[in-house]
Structure formats: C-alpha cells, structure tokens
C-alpha cells in the first residue's frame, strides 16, 4: 500500500503517492500563491486572513498586483513578498484614501 503525503493549499487537497503526483495548473498555482500571500500578510500584521483579503480585494490588489506579477514576486524570499505586498496594499490604501 502506498504512503501518501496531503499538503492543504487553497482549500484543495494535492495527493502525492510513489505512483502518481498531481500537477496544478497555472492557474490553480496562481491561487494558490495569491492564497499564501494573503495568509502570510495576515500573519505579519497580525490580523485575521479574511481581514487582509477584504482589504486587497477593496484597492484591487490581487488582480492589479498579486496575479499579473506573479512571475516576478514568486522567485523573491516569502519575507520579501510579505514586505512588498504590505507596503503596496497601504500605499494603494492611501491613494484610494481608505
């Protein structure tokens, strides 16, 4: 019998056994990134995930930022996306006047 390994991402479970390893699509990656990103502002600011997600979602951060750079922010060190992502997010906050 097999062993296998669940990694929780994006509220999707990916099964990883010694026969077959599921691949996510480009999109599911983007998410999934866009997901940790979110989770790891979250946590550096100390506030709860949803929290942080309406506040991105409020100045369109995630579809004007997090996911059309995606290729540039995700071969950067996670702390520096999170310190990126933070200053972005109050800086277009402040723009908006929010």
């Not at 929290?51 to 995630?62: D, T």
């Amino acid at each position: 019998m097999s062993k296998f390994l669940c990694t929780f991402a994006a509220a999707k479970v990916f099964i990883v056994s010694t026969t077959y390893t599921y691949h996510p699509s480009s999109a599911e990656c983007r998410n999934i990134f866009t997901a940790s990103c979110v989770e790891s502002v979250a946590k550096a600011l100390n506030q709860p995930a949803d929290n942080i997600y309406r506040r991105m979602a409020r100045v369109n951060l995630i579809d004007d930022y997090i996911i059309p750079c995606y290729e540039v922010l995700h071969s950067e060190s996670r702390e520096n996306i999170t310190k990126d992502i933070i200053y972005t997010l109050e800086l277009w906050e402040q723009k908006q006047g929010i």
